[in-house]
């Protein structure tokens, strides 16, 4: 990589952390931009870790960028619920708390009820511990072993919750009254790993055990294992089909290049 590219790649980066940060709408959409030229225009030192760590943060933003898009529009909320999932693997980048409220709340919403669950617990888990920092009552991180979600434990918090007390309260109602009526068991969604069947988080890109690593789908931010896989022909990514035809059913432009897809 060059001298001229590695400062851009060092001022692109300041850049993605403070517009993660704020998370306005509207500069995550321009951040998307810059940094889908930029990662495009250093492909070919993908190898290298600040290429990795700017398709990173260019991945960050494109599935929060599509994840506004997805939520204005109707019944969507399938597909919304996974991006907000997806997002849970950036929640260094981004405000760790708010991620997984808004992605446990769009399990809660379409009746995903586990992973509503575990994600609205651990949220109050993250609550307790912005409120008390001294606390320090995290629980233990089980939940999330074979998951690719950082730990709370090696995230910064924010300094103060956006919830009120009253919605928090409700919240833990909620959690106990499911917890007493569910007869089924309260985990996170699991799949086997397609090279050496360890039960792995659904949405992980990379398996704990084997490190078999998949790339996400551009639409719902979920691995690109075996099952059926539709390309952009314009950009050459890949999408799961499903995601692809319904999100092909309201936008007519590929979500990742924004140019026609066929």
């Known amino acids: 990589v060059s001298t001229q590219s590695t400062w851009a790649m ?15 709408p509207s500069e995550i959409a321009n951040l998307k931009v810059v940094l889908f030229r930029v990662t495009n225009q250093i492909k070919d030192d993908a190898n290298t870790l600040a290429v990795r760590e700017l398709t990173r943060f260019a991945n960050c933003a494109h599935l929060a960028h599509l994840r506004k898009l997805i939520n204005d529009k109707k019944n969507l909320g399938e597909l919304y619920a996974k991006l907000c999932i997806s997002l849970l693997r950036y929640c260094d980048l981004m ?8 992605a446990g709340m ?3 919403r379409i009746n995903w009820l586990p992973m509503a669950f575990v994600l609205l617990n651990r949220y109050l888990d993250i609550y307790e511990v912005i409120e008390d920092p001294d606390n320090n009552n995290m629980g233990d991180n089980s939940d999330f072993q ?3 979600i950082p730990s709370p434990f090696d995230v910064p918090l924010p300094e103060k ?3 009120k007390e009253k919605e928090k309260e409700e919240l833990r109602d909620w959690l106990l009254q499911t917890s007493i009526n569910q007869k089924t068991e309260m985990t996170l969604n699991h799949r086997p790993c397609e090279k050496c069947g360890t039960k792995i988080y659904e949405a992980a890109l990379t398996c704990f055990k084997c490190k078999t690593s998949w790339e996400p789908c551009i639409v719902s931010g979920y691995p690109l294992g075996k099952g059926p896989i539709a390309n952009c022909r314009s950009c050459g990514r890949g999408a799961l089909k499903d995601a692809w035809s319904v999100y092909l059913q309201h936008f007519a432009n590929c979500p990742w290049c924004n140019n026609p897809p066929q």
Not at 10 to 24: G, H, P, R
């Open 95 to 102: 405000s760790i708390d708010r991620l997984f409220y808004d």
């Open 161 to 163: 919750n956006f919830v």
């Open 10 to 24: 060092v001022s692109t980066k300041k850049l993605s952390m403070e517009i993660f940060v704020e998370a306005d």
């Open 146 to 148: 074979t998951a690719d």
């Open 106 to 108: 769009a399990c809660r």
